[in-house]
């Protein structure tokens, strides 16, 4: 057989890459190798059936039984069993093992060391639990001379002419190898650690909430959300049920703060809603709605709820730090954009996303920028290692997602403004990650649907667990060794489920690549948009890919659970996540300096290009006749104010005795002044 796998690019081989069978023809001098050959094929081809589609495990028989003399020894009855290289083990007369002799045999290979503390932690007063195994064993039997040969090197003496396939019991610690294949475990193996999957995907669906409204905060400019009539009787419930229990003394109860900020949630929605619409459209919808015609109460009634609900325990109220947040920003949402008067006209992006039941705050805004963070860190980490993936385009499309850097923690209560430049980017970047994570895990949950072939590292095919209480076997129990099922042991522990798996596969897997899809809005007229009732509550995970990973990871009665994958995670230290943050902030500064410099370069070219044009606006004669000015100034104060008038001369006469009157200097025209090509 050629063992010499290779795909072009290198490495070394780990399985048969081909099976080579003699060809016989007329004439052929046939050798040993030949005739080996022959027999290495059947028998390796024998091997990769028993191993590929059966798997290791007991076939019929092999039960161990008290010896009926008691004492340490046991009886193996008749039967075959497979091991995890394919080898046939076949037990064809009752054997009485010796349970005593092998366990000082294991003592003496293991240079007097017992199976120590781990073997006894089940036994009561000082009793020995061990496993009791078959081994595979071949022994060279029958041997002949050689006749003569013209090789230089012959085969000296007796050679054995034959290969007899055994076994042989040998006793271990209860720690045998399970090779049954569960589809969780190769699931989790793409996952990694679950609770740091669960952290990815549970702000995943935090942000799927606010995703679209982000999107239709940012496009629905100057437009107003419809009010309609489920708006109407969210407003009428909420301000029934907090006009009884917005007051009284003291913080709420916990579960009395929770029912009072979905309360405030669902009728400041209504509020933000009416606060979209220009007066004219507020009249019609108080002749629509007349419950509208409390509007200004409302505001009040919210104000009251929210000055409560500040002194209410939140941790207590919200264990989720998730939630928690999410309330905190209805509360003080609220309080900033609902209960004035008119509103707050000056915070367009937080009222449009208050109209949609999805307040965001200063606070909430910061924690979306590291949950994307977190998201992308995540999955880029768990696609480096990931050895099956299908998806070939998903690591592009994750590592291309524009993540916002992280800001620093806000002061408590802020009600500092969005801009539409990062509610863009925050919508964007959580509709990619959230799609790119989606395809991950519908790629890692189809991947589980082909078992791979398993590794054989230990070739012993447990037949019993044994107790002994000093030389003495006292109980056997072979109920939970492995079984050769039909289709293969790989297959017994999930056939159950494979039927439904199959059935959800056509619905998930070898679709096209999900894509996001953005809300679209009327080409006028309000924006629909609906109210979500569920973003405080539980966050159920609905769906066929959710009910794939269910099926996977959920242990059926009696199932063999899937073996987690223990990794290392490493922790930050502080004083990273300190400069960190002190980074952030110097780059927020930046980009602040950067802005302010880019205005005033603007200013000044405005300013250049007014003077220019100012300049051309100049007459071309102005330059003269200011000459002209100055020079008659000139001569007014050389007389000085004394000096008489001296009498009318004629035109062109000089005075007796005086000199001529010099013509007046022609001064220069500036150069501001000066035409094109005009000398000085």
């Known amino acids: 057989m050629r063992t010499d796998c290779g795909c072009g690019c290198g490495g070394d ?33 024998a091997r990769l059936h028993n191993r590929s589609l059966y798997g290791p495990g007991v076939i019929c028989g092999l039960g161990v039984t008290c010896d009926p003399c008691g004492g340490g020894t046991v009886a193996v009855h008749p039967g075959h069993a497979l091991d995890c290289a394919g080898n046939d083990i076949v037990v064809p007369c009752t054997e009485r093992v010796d349970v005593q002799a092998l366990v000082r045999e294991r003592r003496i290979s293991a240079l007097g060391v017992d199976c120590g503390e781990n073997c006894a932690d089940n036994a009561d007063e000082g009793g020995r639990r061990y496993g009791l195994y078959v081994r595979y064993r071949e022994l060279p039997v029958e041997p002949v001379a050689p006749y003569a040969t013209e090789e230089p090197c012959p085969s000296p003496g007796c050679v054995p002419s034959r290969i007899q396939e055994g076994f042989q019991f040998v006793v271990r610690c209860d720690d045998f190898e399970d090779h049954r294949h569960n589809p969780g475990t190769r699931l989790l193996m793409s996952l990694g650690d679950l609770a740091r999957a669960d952290r990815a995907r549970t702000r995943d669906r935090r942000l799927g909430h ?23 009787g969210r407003y009428a419930t909420a301000l029934a049920w907090l006009r009884e229990n917005a007051g009284g003394e003291g913080p709420p109860s916990p579960p009395t703060a929770r029912e009072m900020t979905e309360h405030v949630r669902a009728l400041a929605a209504a509020v933000a809603r009416y606060d979209t619409y220009d007066p004219a459209g507020q009249e019609l919808l108080g ?8 509007v200004r109460e409302a505001r009040g009634v919210l104000g009251t709820a929210c000055e409560r609900l500040r002194g209410a325990d939140m941790e207590a109220s919200w264990p989720d730090p998730l939630r928690r947040t999410i309330a905190h920003a209805v509360v003080t949402e609220t309080a900033a954009r609902v209960v004035p008067e008119r509103g707050d006209p ?30 992308r860190e995540w999955l880029l980490c768990r696609l480096d290692q990931a050895a099956d993936l299908a998806d070939c385009a998903l690591r592009t499309d994750a590592a291309a997602a524009d993540v916002p850097p992280l ?61 002994l209480d000093g030389c003495d076997v006292v109980r056997v129990c072979s109920a939970t060794r492995e079984q ?10 999930w056939l159950p489920k494979l039927y439904r798996l199959r059935e959800l596969a056509e ?54 659970p899937p073996k987690a994958l223990h990794e290392q995670v490493y922790t930050t230290p502080s004083e990273v996540t300190d400069s960190m943050q002190e980074l952030a902030r110097l780059r927020t500064q930046v980009s602040d300096l950067t802005a302010a410099v880019e205005g005033l370069r603007a200013q000044l070219g405005s300013a250049r290009t007014q003077m220019t044009h100012l300049e051309e606006q100049v007459p071309e004669r102005l330059g003269t006749r200011l000459a002209d000015l100055e020079g008659t100034s000139d001569r007014a104060a050389d007389q000085g104010p004394d000096q008489p008038d001296q009498p009318d001369q004629p035109d062109g006469a000089p005075e007796h005795g005086a000199e001529p009157a010099k013509p007046p200097a022609k001064r220069s025209r500036s150069p501001r002044t000066r035409k094109p090509g005009e000398t000085p």
């Open 13 to 45: 081989a780990t399985r048969t890459s081909a099976f080579v069978r003699p060809r016989f023809f007329a004439g052929q001098l046939l050798t040993e190798d030949d005739l080996s050959l022959l027999v290495e094929y059947t028998t390796a081809k």
């Open 210 to 232: 606010y995703t679209d409204a982000l999107t239709v905060a940012s496009l629905a400019t100057g437009r107003a959300f419809r009010f309609d009539a489920a708006d109407a």
């Open 287 to 294: 002749r629509d709605y007349p419950d509208l015609a409390t």
């Open 346 to 375: 000056d915070a367009p992006w937080e009222v449009r996303m208050l109209a949609q039941g999805t307040p965001l705050a200063h606070a909430l805004r910061v924690e979306f920028r590291a949950d994307l963070g977190l998201i």
């Open 407 to 467: 800001l620093p923690p806000p002061p408590p209560d802020s009600t500092e403004k969005a801009t539409v430049a990062e509610v863009q980017q925050i919508a964007e970047a959580a509709a990619a990650l959230g799609t790119a994570l989606r395809r991950f895990l519908t790629d890692a949950a189809c991947a589980t649907l082909n078992p791979p072939c398993g590794d054989c590292t230990d070739t012993d095919v447990l037949l019993a667990r044994l107790e």
């Open 484 to 493: 050769v099922l039909p289709g293969g042991s790989a297959y017994g522990e």
């Open 507 to 560: 619905r998930v897997c070898c679709l096209p690549v999900p894509q996001h899809q953005k809300p679209t809005l009327p080409s006028e007229g309000p924006v629909a948009r609906p109210y979500p009732d569920d973003l405080l509550g539980d966050w159920p995970r609905t769906g066929d890919l959710e009910e794939m990973l269910s099926l996977l990871l959920t242990p059926a009665p009696g199932e063999t």
